[in-house]
């Protein structure tokens, strides 16, 4: 209707058309039995006419029924500003009539649009009343729409979804040691369900209130207040999402100072949340907003995009400066899980934010979160390079007691075996990244036996941190004074270490040849051992030229002393250390006692030792051996002489 323009009919054929014109509506509107709509139409030609022969101001007739029809409409509207109830609650025939008021008024603005105001007063004093009456009833629209919103909002509990994942099990701790083997295990077995396929849109609005959602988005952006809609719907929404953010989820906002200042068990604790309110609030929440403000504003795409970003950016922001301050932290080993679990949450989520945020008004947002998972991501790099570092520098100066399994063993193969977990992305993260050549590893391996896995960076980053593991180890030995504990201590770890491998996802990331060449190292220090504690001892048992001419000239009787006294000597010692594997100790204890029984019995029958300078029998020799590598002080009180 805007497209009318005020003409002056020069030619006689125009105003012939025009008057003609006027003479069919007239005869048109005499007939009796047409509809209201109809006459209205009839009307709104009759002043069109009118407006293009520039005679609606002259025609004392037509602007009284402009100026009836605004009254009608005025009365419409100042009605409900004295009433206190909502229009929306009282009926449909109500809101109706509202709207159909304000679209009788702007339609005749609309007519109003090619008439000079200022050469045409009548004209200017109806149009300022029509624009009167139309702003009195967006503010009624405004308060009809924050009504509506906020009295018919929904909301959903975080349990209607689950998206339970097992890195949600790995504990963030300072020190990794407390993480026990068979926790580590149990975790291994935990199925990973973190993948969540299709979409979570929950209504966050009763869907019976979304069409009077929609009518009145129509009406004010058709009327030129789609700022004002905006704004109003903007902040009652936003209102919304901060209550669900903050009351039902119970989130804080922190600034990226308090996150730095935060201690570690704090900041694990706000970790895990972050991950599980990305999820729900991208996933979920948001993903449902942008369907909401689909249904009501879909016609108008630039208005929609702009509410949508609006009402989302607050808390955009909140989570993104979150996982900027975790990023910007210190990359200590130990916060490496933490790293990784919110880079691939966030990894995860980067299609969804992608496509809540496609258009131009949410671009910056967007590329905020993509370089979110490059820092984080450079961090996680940076905290796996620490742990080698970390071991390399370890400087415990004592020996452990006992010859037992070092802290710092148990430590990284706890680490590096729940690192597994993160194999995709550990891989993903290194895969620019230069690595040692490791076909020498496996070189004895026929192709067909070596897993490509063997070869990818994270089996090449592992191999390294264990290899650095073993040099610290290697140091940590020296700290003994016996020889023989250096060599059940490093039996031990070797041996812990290849058990972890075996009895895990380790072992394809190591591959065969590896662990074979681990086990002859175990079993060679096994080896070193026994020829450090037993030579010397089984020295005195000995016939032939490996013994000194002194143990040669002794007379049996004393060789048989010297050898319980030195047996002894070892048992109070040896008894006190420890292995702590079951079927490894077992192994050491028989072959120890083969090669200490078969001495001693040789010795004792070839020799006919009298009973009475025997001290222990073979069988009470077989016995005490099986206390050794007990870990607890024995006692020789009750052993049974003969």
């Not at 040691?177 to 966050?204: M, W």
């Not at 390079?385 to 148990?410: C, F, N, V, W």
């Not at 190292?521 to 013994?547: E, I, M, N, P």
Request: charged share 25%; proline share 2%.
């Amino acid at each position: 209707m805007a497209g009318y323009q005020s003409v002056n009919p020069n030619h006689e054929g125009d105003q012939h058309l025009i008057a003609a014109a006027h003479h069919v509506l007239k005869l048109l509107g005499a007939i009796r039995n047409l509809s209201d709509d109809t006459r209205k139409l009839l009307a709104d030609l009759d002043i069109h006419l009118s407006i293009m022969t520039g005679n609606t101001v002259n025609n004392g007739g037509e602007a009284i029924e402009v100026e009836k029809r605004l009254k009608c409409a005025e009365r419409m509207v100042l009605r409900w500003q004295a009433n206190q109830s909502m229009i929306w609650d009282t009926g449909p025939g109500e809101v109706s009539e509202f709207l159909g008021a304000i679209d009788e008024v702007q339609t005749l603005i609309d007519s109003f649009s090619g008439v000079s105001v200022n050469e045409n007063g009548r004209v200017r004093e109806l149009l300022y009343r029509a624009n009167n009456i139309v702003q009195m009833a967006m503010l009624r629209l405004q308060e009809e729409l924050i009504h509506i919103l906020v009295h018919h909002k929904l909301y959903f509990e975080p349990e209607y979804v689950s998206f339970h994942s097992c890195r949600e099990d790995v504990i963030y701790d300072e020190s990794f040691v407390s993480l026990e083997d068979e926790s580590v295990e149990a975790l291994q077995r935990v199925s990973n369900t973190g993948s969540v396929s299709g979409e979570y849109i929950v209504d966050l609005i009763h869907p019976q209130v979304v069409p009077d959602l929609k009518a009145i988005a129509n009406a004010m952006i058709a009327a030129n207040y789609d700022q004002e809609f905006c704004a109003a719907f903007i902040g009652a929404r936003q209102d919304a999402l901060n209550e669900y953010f903050f009351v039902i989820l119970e989130l804080e906002k922190f600034s990226i100072d308090d996150v730095l200042k935060m201690k570690w068990s704090t900041l694990s604790s706000e970790i895990k949340k972050w991950n599980w309110a990305m999820k729900i609030i991208i996933r979920v929440y948001l993903a449902s907003e942008k369907q909401l403000c689909n249904k009501i504003l879909g016609g108008f795409d630039t208005v929609c995009s702009l509410c949508f970003v609006e009402i989302a950016k607050a808390t955009f922001l909140c989570l993104l400066n979150f996982g900027e301050a975790v990023a910007m932290g210190s990359t200590q080993p130990e916060k490496l899980f933490c790293l990784l679990d919110m880079y691939e949450v966030l990894d995860d989520l980067l299609l969804e934010i992608d496509s809540l945020l496609f258009e131009e008004a949410g671009s910056y947002i967007r590329i905020e979160f993509h370089e979110l998972l490059r820092k984080l991501g450079h961090s996680a790099r940076q905290a796996f390079q620490e742990l080698q570092k970390a071991i390399a520098a370890d400087s415990s100066m004592k020996p452990l007691p006992r010859g037992g399994i070092h802290p710092l063993t148990r430590y990284v193969m706890n680490y590096i075996k729940t690192l597994t977990i993160y194999d995709d992305t550990l891989n993903l993260l290194f895969e620019d990244q230069n690595t040692e050549d490791t076909h020498s590893i496996v070189e004895s391996e026929t192709e067909q036996d070596i897993s490509p896995i063997t070869f990818c960076p994270l089996a090449c980053h592992l191999r390294s941190i264990t290899s650095a593991l073993e040099c610290s180890l290697v140091v940590k030995s020296r700290l003994y004074r016996e020889d023989s504990l250096r060599h059940i201590f490093l039996m031990n770890n070797i041996h812990y270490v290849v058990q972890k491998i075996k009895g895990s996802d380790l072992r394809i990331f190591f591959g065969d040849e590896w662990i074979r060449k681990h086990i002859g190292k175990f079993q060679q220090h096994a080896t070193s051992y026994q020829r450090a504690t037993w030579c010397s001892v089984l020295s005195f048992l000995r016939d032939d030229g490996h013994c000194s001419n002194s143990v040669l000239k002794t007379s049996y009787k004393e060789r048989c002393r010297e050898f319980t006294n030195a047996f002894e000597d070892v048992y109070k010692i040896q008894t006190q250390w420890c292995i702590t594997d079951p079927q490894l100790k077992e192994d050491l204890r028989i072959s120890t006692s083969l090669k200490v029984i078969h001495a001693y019995r040789t010795f004792i029958g070839r020799n006919r030792i009298s009973d009475k300078h025997i001290k222990y029998t073979v069988d009470d020799l077989e016995k005490l051996l099986l206390d050794f590598f007990e870990g607890t002080w024995r006692t020789l009180r009750n052993s049974r002489r003969r």
